[in-house]
Nanobody, 114 residues
Framework: VQLVESGGGLVQAGGSLRLSCAAS????????MYWVRQAPGKGLEWVAT????????AYVDPVKGRFAISRDNSQNTLYLQMSSLKSEDTALYYC????????RGQGTQVTVSS
């Protein structure tokens, strides 16, 4: 399993970012996928889930209405569109094949300045 995240960066509060995750080494289209994050000094937090075919999604309450998870199975790529970013969204963001984040990529840093 290889997961490579990209798209993070420094953004002002209220701004937007789109994260990508390139997946390889497993049948991507058969797996539900997850985004998890780790804020400074805190543990891993589940952020969003998408079903294998992209028909079902779920979000942690603090990001509902602001984040959107999607996927392109033809490109083995997972996305997270983040809008109306807040300082509390600052974290290292990982894509993962399990909700606990045990099998995840190296992460991409998102820093939101207030």
């Amino acid at each position: 399993v290889q997961l490579v995240e990209s798209g993070g960066g420094l953004v002002q509060a209220g701004g937007s970012l789109r994260l990508s995750c390139a997946a390889s080494g497993f049948p991507f289209a058969l797996y539900g996928m997850y985004w998890v994050r780790q804020a400074p000094g805190k543990g891993l937090e589940w952020v969003a889930t998408i079903s294998s075919q992209g028909t079902d999604t779920a979000y942690v309450d603090p990001v509902k209405g602001r984040f959107a998870i999607s996927r392109d199975n033809s490109q083995n790529t997972l996305y997270l569109q983040m809008s109306s970013l807040k300082s509390e969204d600052t974290a290292l963001y990982y894509c993962a094949i399990d909700q606990a984040g045990k099998s995840r990529g190296q992460g991409t840093q998102v820093t939101v300045s207030s």
